[in-house]
């Protein structure tokens, strides 16, 4: 079992980030949050919010209060009347989480309450998903220092990269991905089927369409790899190897055409919910690369996997099924870029290296 530890400055996103993981995973929790509360409109403390109820006990009590001079000053009590208390009732009925949010350093006294904060993390029935006060604290260091614990710093890694990596690590995908090679182009720039021409002595397309039969041989259960092309020689290549291979009659119909015939020719929802598209013209693509984006699109929460970066996406693109619908409405030269552009919040960025992206739209010169 995992427990999810967040840290950063105060107004990083903490606690939002712990509510949006909630929230998404549907998750009931257990435990406690610190809540500020405000008088006439000015932040004056916080309060211990319990969020099951505790018998004999307030679910809400003051925890610290913040004085004229903007100094913080912690109500040692609450930890003993209620902190102690909730966290017993939390182990005794965990629910689907248990949320510490957040640990910081008025609970230093508290000395039962910490011993119940470990004994939390000891269990192995549901994760952890607590807040750290980022302070050089010895009991917060020495929870940051534990092997079953995932630490996500926000002042150094931003908010939607942070959620996805939690996501994944509490609720990873288990996808069956169609993998999608589309050879059909008409090479127009390059003047010959590029596809055909010899890079490192052998045609353009094989390097990555090797890559991908040895992924597939290795993931038999996890994946398909799906050819389209326009071109015999690659098509019964593919059909040799096993491939299912489409052949795309209207090439001059853009790249959605290819895009479409990929996703839904010879295939039915049940064989696929992901598809990665590949084109046949990045020769220099690594194995190793190809090996991690497709490990990774198996397991990502996002919907939508893109290598590259935002000002600069390339492919491979994985589309989860939920967006199968709109590849369908795709006309022309239109790709999927411009779904990844649509949908920021359910997109994560794959590293991969500038070289390894290039793609060959020209001969190269003598």
């Excluded at 006309?331 to 991969?352: C, N, R, Y």
Aim: glycine share 8%.
């Amino acid at each position: 079992m995992r427990h999810l530890l967040i840290t950063g400055q105060p107004g990083s996103g903490k606690s939002t980030l712990i509510r949006r993981l909630l929230e998404t995973l549907t998750f009931n929790p257990s435990g406690y949050e610190t809540r500020p509360f405000d008088i006439n409109g000015t932040r004056r403390g916080f309060y211990f919010h319990s969020f099951q109820s505790v018998p004999d006990a307030s679910n809400d009590l003051p925890l610290a209060v913040i004085l004229g001079d903007g100094n913080r000053v912690g109500i040692p009590t609450t930890f003993e009347l209620l902190g102690a208390p909730c966290l017993q009732q939390t182990l005794e009925n965990p629910n689907d989480c248990i949320v510490l949010d957040e640990i910081g350093r008025f609970e230093q006294t508290a000395t039962e309450f910490l011993m119940l904060i470990e004994k939390i993390f000891n269990q192995h029935t549901v994760p952890v998903f607590a807040s750290l006060k980022k302070e050089p604290i010895p009991y917060i260091e020495s929870l940051k220092k534990r092997s079953d614990c995932l630490v996500i710093d926000l002042d150094s890694t931003d908010r939607e990269t942070a959620y996805f990596q939690a996501l994944g690590e509490f609720k990873p995908m288990n996808r069956h991905l169609n993998i999608v090679l589309m050879a059909a182009g008409n090479s127009v720039r390059y003047g010959e089927n590029k596809l055909l021409a010899s890079i490192g002595g052998r045609p353009m397309y094989r390097n990555i369409f090797e890559h991908l039969l040895h992924y597939w041989q290795a993931h038999t259960d996890s994946c398909m790899v799906t050819v389209v092309s326009q071109y015999d020689v690659i098509l019964e290549a593919a059909l040799q190897a096993g491939c299912q291979t489409v052949f795309n009659p209207q090439p001059k119909l853009g790249i959605s055409l290819t895009i479409q015939l990929g996703l839904t020719t010879g295939t039915s929802p049940n064989e696929q919910s992901g598809a990665v598209f590949f084109t046949a013209d990045q020769p220099f693509i690594r194995y190793e690369t190809i090996r991690d984006f497709l490990d990774r699109a198996i397991l990502t929460p996002a919907g939508l996997l893109a290598a590259g970066s935002p000002s600069a996406p390339g492919n491979p693109v994985m589309f989860d099924q939920h967006y199968f619908a709109e590849l369908q409405k795709l006309s022309g030269d239109q790709g999927g870029k411009m779904i990844l552009h649509a949908h920021p919040d359910d997109t994560e960025w794959f590293f991969v290296a500038k070289n390894e992206l290039i793609d060959i739209d020209v001969p190269k010169e003598d």
